[in-house]
């Protein structure tokens, strides 16, 4: 059996920092499954973070951004193409939209959610009002 694991927020953080956490993880997994990483970026910069991280060995493959397949975004591609070349039993992921989406198609999925990362678009301060506007709200409902 496969396990895919997502590299941004299980592996890397939002800056590009290794999620320690995430790695013991993977090392644990790849104990008895079959574990690849997906990533939005190139295998070059994966493999070379693998390698600085010493878990190079642990990984069967890599896909990139190179499966990427209009009209789907491109996790959804990649965990489409995953499927096809493996079974695949388990999915790692920080991303909710993509544990969603592997649950709906009937696939085990394990939310990672640490506190060093979030996905840009599901931080708190995405589409919410500025420091200064809320300084000014209170002042205003204050006066």
Do not use: C
Not at 48 to 71: G, Y
Not at 85 to 100: C, G, Y
């Amino acid at each position: 059996m496969t396990i895919l694991v997502f590299n941004e927020g299980v592996l890397q953080s939002s800056k590009g920092q290794p999620i320690l956490d995430g790695f013991r993880l993977v090392q644990i997994l790849a104990n008895t499954q079959r574990v690849v990483l997906v990533t939005s970026g190139s295998k070059e910069l994966v493999e070379h973070q693998l390698r600085t991280e010493r878990l190079a060995d642990d990984i069967a493959d890599i896909i990139d951004k190179s499966v990427a397949l209009e009209p789907l975004p491109l996790w959804a591609r990649q965990i489409e193409v995953s499927r096809s070349r493996w079974a695949v039993s388990m999915v790692v992921t920080a991303d909710p939209q993509v544990a969603k989406y592997t649950v709906e198609r009937g696939v085990v999925t394990l939310f990672f959610s640490h506190p060093g990362f979030s996905i840009p678009a599901m931080r708190p301060e995405t589409g919410n009002r500025s420091w200064e506007e809320l300084v000014e709200e209170l002042d205003h409902r204050w006066a």
